[in-house]
């Protein structure tokens, strides 16, 4: 079993930085693709950025291309999203989350992934 653990939100301006981190444990992380994923009040949860298990292969959605960039360490069981130019529609619950099943692309459906973490709170405002 797996467990994800995420850290790092709070109250930010507009055009501030963030860095959400992503804490596994319980199993390798190598053996995980690994995506980031948000939920805004009163919206579907929607994919944010995805990573394969060497962190080779990335993809993000166009709403945050250019601006957020997720990045792991499996050395330190840690994948990280650096958020920078943040905007209030960027407000939302962002969860970490854990596919097995894809050894070397990035999902981007959370369909395809196996595990979750609870969540941290990450709100733009001014």
């Known amino acids: 079993q797996v467990q994800l653990v995420e850290s790092g939100g709070g109250l930010v301006q507009p055009g501030d930085s963030l860095n959400l981190s992503c804490g596994v444990s319980?199993?390798?992380?190598?053996?995980?693709?690994m995506g980031w994923f948000r939920r805004a009040l009163g919206k579907e949860r929607e994919f944010v950025a995805a990573?394969?298990?060497?962190?080779?292969?990335?993809d993000y959605a166009d709403s945050v291309k250019g601006r957020f960039t997720i990045s792991r360490d499996n050395a330190k069981s840690t994948v990280y999203l650096r958020m920078n130019t943040l905007k209030p529609e960027d407000t939302a619950v962002y969860y970490c989350?854990?596919?097995?099943?894809?050894?070397?692309?990035?999902?981007?459906?959370?369909?395809?992934?196996?595990?979750w973490g609870q969540g941290t709170q990450v709100t733009v405002s001014s």
């Open positions: 319980g199993r390798t992380l190598g053996n995980y693709a």
């Open positions: 990573i394969s298990r060497s962190g080779g292969t990335t």
């Open positions: 989350s854990a596919a097995e099943r894809y050894r070397y692309s990035a999902p981007t459906s959370p369909r395809q992934y196996d595990y």
